[in-house]
């Protein structure tokens, strides 16, 4: 540009660059437009936009795995999932306390039915467990209790556990909690620990924190007078076992340090019990290493495990495989619903292209009156037209009836034009054709009727100067109805849920089926992901081979 | 142009009626013939049934009463496809789908012409209207201009012995249209086609054709060349629409023979004039002068030629002529226009003159 290196920018009038000028001209102009579409614009956003967004993230978002888990998913991330073994001790230890703090919360069978969706069985299996889960605490309460009968009480505990410097710890517990039931752990829970007994009983303190937080600010109760919870024995005795603590418990003056070190007297007296073996005592499926696999394969917070399951694969340890062929429903509904679509939107245009021209070629009175004809079906119902058309199409229905009547169908064999795909695609097309003939019509009106005189006058024969001058001037309307309906098609519920039976449903019927129904959120938003991805995808290639451009809905 | 003896009636209107709905007729009583080659142009004001007429001819309206033949046959039943008649219309009606070449080709295609041929037809039709580099181009690419030569082509390329055009030039601008007049009017003398020409502008009609049918109310109210229609108008209609007109009415006094008659104007002023369409004593009259006609240099005045007194209400300057507005005999409407010539006087308002003209130039028409 030469003002830029000759003359440097240009000036306008009062000496300002030209180009700051006009953009200060433009803003008011610009804010204006932005205030008139502004309540429109954040309408769409909160009510259409974000949902939708927050929707189509459910299908990647797996979250809920590692914050119900979060101690066991990180202690299982070392487990080698093809060694046919159950994991280590480890593992079961912490699920142990991530099980027990769910447990308490009622998250554990939220978390069961999520990993049900993977693998049938584990919602039962978490739902047992968690009930039975106190009697493993039971396990070291008891015997605790019988040797240092101070430990029954809450306020020895409290007392035991309270002192300064613990805040850490207590806010690294309280995150946790947050994670799981997200945003219910804020306030006071009327507890320090103290730095010593945190270094000295560490899986102890945790747990008691664990048990403070939940009954400060979920039970509302005062902590100091209260008892904890089993888990905190059980972390008490596993904290007992290592020889180190034993010495440090014995040279331990703070509060109730007698208590502990008639407890470390007693060593023999708790339970050598492990882990693994009290789960397997609940379940048997818990040595199970599938359910160990599963739980590895969707601990990350982010999966692609619902898209392999919309499109008929699943997670396995050596990545993605194909489902057994018993298990495969979905690819099957993508291809029947955008087959449908296409035979849905050729119907329309065969049986709407003819209305179209006659209704662009008649006087504008008539047409008008006709038109309203044409518009009738979106006055009516959506669920009252299809329910018209269960009453016509079914075996002892008005058009059965009438053929029958006719003689064109034996009354033995009448035919079946529902519950199945020739009723989808009856109904459908019916209902869809207000948007085949509409920017026909529109496109039509604006083809001057001088073209077909002139292409006559040389020499064409009605038919030829249709196909050849008045036709490929109306593509355009057919491509823009063609590109209403088919999308409009593949997206719809109730007409093949009412009249579809199961060969006529779409994948739209399966998405609403895991909304309601099945409440596998995360599968319908991936479903419905692949659906938008297939339709934009489809737009492009229409974009690239016919032209967006070609599309008029009228003018 | 072809020996007009040879086929006097190659297009004959007899005796054809058409009404739209049943109650009004558009047109009435049509009786038109027509020679091979000729340029025929019909003229009239919106609703005068000529472009009626112009679609019967071409097939796409047909005719309620009467017969149409072309080259001798009736074609009433047959479709427009099969006449063969080449058509122009007013807004091109160039198939916007297609480009120049494919639309010139079409009605050659459509008559399964071989390629070779067709394209040798096409670059000759294109060159004949100066188009040879268009080919390639869409019609929406093309100025008005443009579109109407190729709109033209497109109607000759075919080789059609009629020719119809309607209103063709009427979305072009003034300089455009008077070029394309003289263009339109050379291929079709040198290509030797009949040509209809359905216009509502006079001038097109006087400078481009050989004949004039003047339209009004579903008749044919004059058919004549130029020449006559302008200087000898049968009735005050054509009188009126041709050209610029001073009238006068009165009534006739006294009939000297078929070439003069005495009128006493409304205003009481006796004047000779030649008796076209009044046949007897004491018809009112319209008296019609054409503003050429009249002389107010009383030197220029030729013998026998009739004076009325008059006052200069209005003079323009125009270049070539000067207008001047009159009251003459009551009429404030009278205007005379003269050559801008070195003795010519340049008359102020309100300044009286004397004004003339011949007997044979002052025409009694129907009141």
Known sequence: ?555 | MLDASVDQSFVKFDRVQKSYDGENLVVKDLNLSMPKGEFLTMLGPSGSGKTTCLMMLAGFETATHGEILLDGNPINNIPPHKRGIGMVFQNYALFPHMTVAENLAFPLEVRKMDKATREEKVKRALDMVQMGAFGGRRPAQLSGGQQQRIALARALVFEPELVLMDEPLGALDKQLREHMQFEITRLAHDLGITTVYVTHDQTEALTMSDRVAVFEDGRIQQLAPPDTLYEEPENSFVAQFIGENNTLEGVVTKINGPDLCEVKLDGGELIDAKPVNVSNVGDRTRVSIRPERVEMNQERLQDGAHTLKAEVLEFIYMGDIFRTRLRVAGNEEFVVKTRNAPDQARLKPGTHVDIGWLPQDCRALDA
Not at chain 1, 110 to 139: A, C, H, W
């Open chain 1, 1 to 555: 540009m030469s003002d830029t290196t000759t003359s440097g920018p240009m000036l306008a009038a009062d000496g300002t660059p030209l180009k700051t000028s006009l953009a200060r001209a433009l803003r008011r102009q610009k804010l204006r437009a932005l205030a008139l579409i502004a309540p429109l614009l954040l309408f769409v956003v909160i009510t259409f936009i974000i949902p939708i967004a927050s929707m189509l993230l459910r299908s990647v978002e797996n979250e809920i795995v590692s914050n119900t888990m979060p101690q066991a998913t990180e202690a299982l991330q070392s487990w080698d999932a093809s060694s046919d073994t159950p994991p280590d001790e480890a593992v079961f230890q912490a699920l142990y306390f991530d099980l027990f703090r769910a447990a308490e919360a009622k998250e554990h069978t939220k978390l069961g039915t999520r990993l049900n969706y993977e693998q049938t069985g584990t919602s039962s299996l978490f739902r047992t467990s968690g009930r039975n889960l106190d009697k493993v605490g039971e396990e070291w309460q008891d015997p605790i209790e019988d040797i240092a009968p101070a430990l029954k009480d809450g306020e020895t505990w409290y007392a035991m556990m309270s002192g300064t410097g613990g805040e850490a710890l207590l806010e690294s517990r309280r995150a946790l909690w947050n994670q799981m039931v997200p945003g219910d752990f804020g306030g006071d829970v009327g507890l320090t620990l103290s730095t010593e007994i945190i270094e000295l009983l560490p899986l102890t303190s945790a747990a008691y924190a664990d048990w403070a937080i939940f009954e400060a600010l979920e039970k509302g109760r005062d902590v100091s007078s209260r008892d904890p919870w089993e888990a905190v024995y059980a972390a008490l005795g596993l904290d007992l076992r290592a020889e180190a603590t034993v010495a440090a418990v014995n040279a331990y003056q703070g509060p109730h340090a007698d208590d502990l070190r008639l407890l470390t007297a007693n060593l023999d007296q708790l339970p050598d019990l492990t882990f693994r073996d009290a789960f397997a005592d609940l379940d048997e499926d818990w040595l199970d290493p599938e359910v160990w696999q599963t739980i590895q394969i969707y601990s990350p917070s982010y999966t692609s495990g619902y898209f392999l399951n919309a499109v008929d694969m699943e997670k396995g340890p050596e990545g993605a495989q194909a489902r057994p062929d018993n298990q495969r429903i979905y690819n099957k509904l993508f291809v029947r619903t955008l087959w449908m679509s296409l035979v849905i939107t050729a119907s329309c245009i065969v049986l709407g292209y003819p209305v179209a021209w006659i209704l662009a070629n008649l006087p504008m009175r008539t047409a008008n009156v006709l038109m309203i004809l044409v518009l009738l079906p979106f006055w009516t119902s959506l669920l009252v037209r299809t329910s018209a058309w269960k009453v016509l199409l079914q075996q002892q229905g008005v058009i059965n009836d009438i053929l029958v009547w006719l003689g064109f169908v034996d009354d033995a064999n009448r035919l079946i034009l529902m519950n199945n795909a020739t009723g989808t695609v009856i109904a459908m097309t019916h209902i869809l054709l207000p948007f085949m003939i509409l920017p026909l019509y529109s496109v039509m009106k604006t083809i001057p009727p001088t073209y077909l005189r002139a292409a006559k006058s040389l020499g064409a024969t009605n038919w030829t100067a249709f196909w050849r001058v008045y036709f490929p001037q109306s593509v355009p309307g057919i491509g823009a109805g063609s590109i209403l309906v088919f999308i409009l098609a593949i997206g719809y519920y109730i007409t093949p849920e009412i009249v579809g039976g199961t060969d006529g449903v779409f994948i739209s019927n399966r998405i609403a089926y895991h909304i309601s129904s099945s409440l596998n959120w995360g599968l319908a938003a991936a479903l419905g992901t692949i659906l938008l991805a297939v339709v934009l995808l489809l737009y492009w290639l229409y974009d690239r081979i016919v032209g967006i451009d070609n599309v008029k809905l009228g003018g």
